[in-house]
């Protein structure tokens, strides 16, 4: 997950609660001030006396040559670097992103913010903000939270639903209201990836849960933020995950509970350009995958040709993490 950290540099009590109230994940402090910030709230504390120590974890950079490009990269190997407004902007940051990792860039608004993290398409790790007026920061903070990944989904032929017995399958439930075309990536594979539809449809039987996706069972990959993934069995409370709509635009989302209940399992089989695909789900009228319109529909409604959005990928995964590697998964 991208970082975003508010300096609050000299010290300004108002630009810190707004850190803290608009959900900015740590905040840069004088020496010193740890314990007003404590008084607010709980923060990961950047400081000479902080959670992460300016000169041990963290330094600032400026970059005015070529030279200065080596050096950070050096620094990255152990520490977070802070990439300061110099004489040029985007070609270095360019330059340090397709060799390194660690690389934060401080900014004054939203745009600038918007830059960093779509440079190369992939962007920095954070970014830190650094403005005097509150009511800015907490603009920006919510502005750069609120902005996801998209995602490329595609329509799936439906081929089958096969009965498959009892297994333990996973609800996750999150600490967010999806809506109606909201869901999460889930598949068998991690190259065929179905969007399983929330919990957020009326039924005359049960109470809608629109926090909640009836995910699959434990082996299943579940797609995060920046490209990972997750077994539904490693999900934790507290865990990001990732609710994407069936435009493929996203938003991160946090593990409240995780339910693991044995249940009676489903086999749904689609096709994709010819290629077969699959995933394993609780056979229950409730589970709904998405259709390219954005609507939900239940397994117990599912035909053959019947359209669903999935999210496809070409590379192989290894411990969540995508690889260029030779992988076949069935």
């Given at each position: 997950?991208?970082?975003?950290?508010?300096k609050?540099?000299?010290?300004?009590?108002?630009v810190?609660l707004?850190?803290?109230?608009?959900?900015?994940?740590?905040?840069?402090?004088?020496?010193g001030?740890?314990?007003e910030?404590?008084?607010?709230?709980?923060i990961?504390?950047?400081?000479?006396?902080?959670?992460?120590?300016?000169g041990r974890?963290?330094?600032?950079k400026?970059?005015?040559?070529?030279?200065?490009?080596?050096?950070?990269?050096?620094?990255?190997?152990?520490?977070k670097?802070?990439?300061?407004?110099?004489d040029?902007?985007?070609?270095?940051?360019?330059?340090?992103?397709?060799?390194?990792?660690?690389?934060y860039?401080?900014i004054?608004?939203?745009?600038?913010?918007?830059?960093?993290?779509?440079?190369?398409?992939?962007?920095?790790?954070?970014?830190?903000?650094?403005?005097?007026?509150a009511?800015?920061?907490?603009?920006i903070?919510?502005?750069?939270?609120?902005?996801?990944?998209?995602?490329?989904?595609?329509?799936?032929?439906?081929?089958?639903?096969?009965?498959?017995?009892?297994?333990?399958?996973?609800?996750?439930?999150?600490?967010?209201?999806?809506?109606l075309?909201?869901?999460m990536?889930?598949?068998?594979?991690?190259?065929?990836?179905?969007?399983?539809h929330?919990?957020s449809?009326?039924?005359?039987?049960?109470?809608?849960?629109?926090f909640?996706?009836?995910?699959?069972?434990?082996?299943?990959?579940?797609?995060l933020?920046?490209?990972?993934?997750?077994?539904?069995?490693?999900?934790?409370?507290?865990?990001?995950?990732?609710?994407?709509?069936?435009?493929?635009?996203?938003?991160?989302?946090?593990?409240?509970?995780?339910?693991?209940?044995?249940?009676p399992?489903?086999?749904?089989?689609?096709?994709?350009?010819?290629?077969?695909?699959?995933?394993?789900?609780?056979n229950?009228?409730?589970?709904?995958?998405?259709q390219p319109?954005?609507?939900?529909?239940?397994?117990?409604?599912?035909?053959e040709?019947?359209?669903?959005l999935?999210?496809?990928?070409?590379?192989?995964?290894?411990?969540?993490?995508?690889?260029?590697?030779?992988?076949?998964?069935?």
């Amino acid at each position: 997950m991208k970082k975003i950290w508010v300096k609050a540099v000299p010290w300004n009590k108002d630009v810190a609660l707004a850190a803290l109230e608009s959900g900015a994940d740590a905040l840069w402090i004088p020496a010193g001030m740890g314990s007003e910030v404590k008084k607010m709230g709980v923060i990961p504390v950047i400081a000479e006396d902080g959670d992460f120590m300016l000169g041990r974890d963290v330094v600032d950079k400026v970059i005015r040559e070529k030279k200065d490009e080596d050096e950070v990269v050096n620094l990255t190997l152990s520490k977070k670097v802070i990439i300061k407004d110099g004489d040029w902007k985007i070609i270095p940051l360019e330059n340090l992103l397709s060799r390194t990792k660690n690389i934060y860039v401080e900014i004054d608004e939203l745009q600038g913010g918007r830059t960093a993290l779509s440079i190369l398409e992939k962007g920095v790790d954070g970014v830190v903000i650094n403005n005097p007026d509150a009511n800015a920061v907490r603009h920006i903070v919510q502005a750069l939270k609120a902005r996801g990944e998209t995602f490329e989904l595609v329509p799936a032929r439906m081929k089958r639903i096969m009965p498959l017995g009892l297994g333990d399958r996973v609800c996750v439930d999150t600490c967010s209201s999806m809506i109606l075309g909201e869901g999460m990536l889930v598949g068998n594979s991690s190259q065929a990836l179905f969007l399983i539809h929330s919990e957020s449809v009326e039924n005359p039987f049960v109470n809608t849960r629109p926090f909640r996706v009836n995910a699959g069972p434990l082996h299943a990959y579940i797609l995060l933020a920046e490209g990972q993934t997750k077994y539904l069995s490693e999900l934790r409370s507290g865990d990001p995950v990732l609710i994407v709509n069936f435009e493929g635009k996203s938003y991160p989302a946090v593990v409240g509970r995780v339910k693991i209940e044995r249940r009676p399992l489903v086999l749904v089989e689609a096709e994709e350009r010819g290629e077969p695909i699959s995933v394993i789900l609780q056979n229950a009228e409730t589970v709904r995958l998405t259709q390219p319109c954005g609507k939900a529909i239940s397994l117990v409604d599912l035909k053959e040709g019947d359209e669903v959005l999935v999210y496809r990928e070409k590379a192989g995964r290894h411990f969540g993490v995508q690889i260029d590697e030779t992988i076949v998964e069935r």
